[in-house]
């Protein structure tokens, strides 16, 4: 079945580093990719996706880009903020419609940002 | 306007008790769903409704059974209540499609069971 494996955590950081979190997947097909952030105490909000190989979603300074071939979605950021610190969950959905689609998520990295 | 709204935010209440979440979104969407964050922040689907109509029902006690009066709302209520239930209870919705638009989450039901 489909699967995520995200980097485990927790990352702390200095403001103004540089940020990768790995998220490689295993599915069946040409899945849709997404990274997810959760803030304390808040639901879980959509930071961007990408639906086909090669694609960059990017937002709010993040990027990943879709890697069929290394079946990977990496998150970057070249200057992280206080403001970042957050859950990064990565998750994957094939597309099978009609309701039956479904995403799967990644445990989840814990990004802590130091002033 | 909340897009997907969850109530209640906090719930406590004691093991055998019966309880119900309810979600509704306005957003015009066909398809919704419930997912279960566990307390290590794992996140897994329960259900999905695609217009009122079931569709996905992952590996869940039957003690939990969601309704869906209408396709902008699904309630999910729990009989019987254990100590494992609790979590964090997200409902999300979804055009038909959700993995080429994506998902849209409430800001989940805090469940505690003591």
């Known amino acids: 079945g489909d699967s995520v494996t995200q980097m485990e955590g927790p990352v702390t950081l200095s403001e103004e580093a540089f940020l990768t979190i790995n998220c490689t997947y295993t599915a069946t097909g040409y899945p849709s990719l997404f990274w997810y952030v959760q803030y304390p105490g808040e639901g879980l909000q959509l930071l961007l996706k990408a639906t086909k190989a090669d694609d960059k979603g990017s937002n709010k300074g993040f990027e990943a880009t879709y890697r069929k071939e290394t079946t990977s979605f990496h998150l970057e950021k070249g200057s992280v903020q206080v403001s970042d610190s957050a859950v990064y969950f990565c998750?994957?959905?094939?597309?099978?419609?009609?309701?039956?689609?479904?995403?799967?998520f990644g445990t989840g990295t814990r990004l802590t940002i130091i002033p | 306007d909340t897009a997907v709204s969850q109530t209640p935010k906090y719930l406590v209440t004691q093991m055998g008790n019966d309880k119900s979440i309810k979600c509704e979104q306005n957003?015009?969407?066909?398809?919704m769903y419930w997912y279960k964050q566990d307390s290590k922040k794992f996140l897994k689907i329960m259900f999905s409704y695609n217009n009122k109509e079931l569709i996905i029902n992952e590996t869940v006690p039957n003690r939990f059974s969601p309704k869906s009066p209408d396709k902008a709302h699904l309630n999910l209520h729990i009989n019987s209540l254990e100590l494992g239930d609790s979590a964090v209870y997200f409902c999300?919705?979804?055009?038909?499609?959700?993995?080429?638009?994506?998902?849209?989450f409430g800001s989940g039901t805090r469940l505690t069971v003591v």
């Open positions: 998750a994957l959905s094939g597309r099978r419609g009609f309701g039956n689609e479904k995403l799967t």
């Open positions: 999300a919705s979804s055009q038909v499609g959700g993995a080429l638009y994506g998902y849209t």
């Open positions: 957003l015009g969407h066909d398809t």
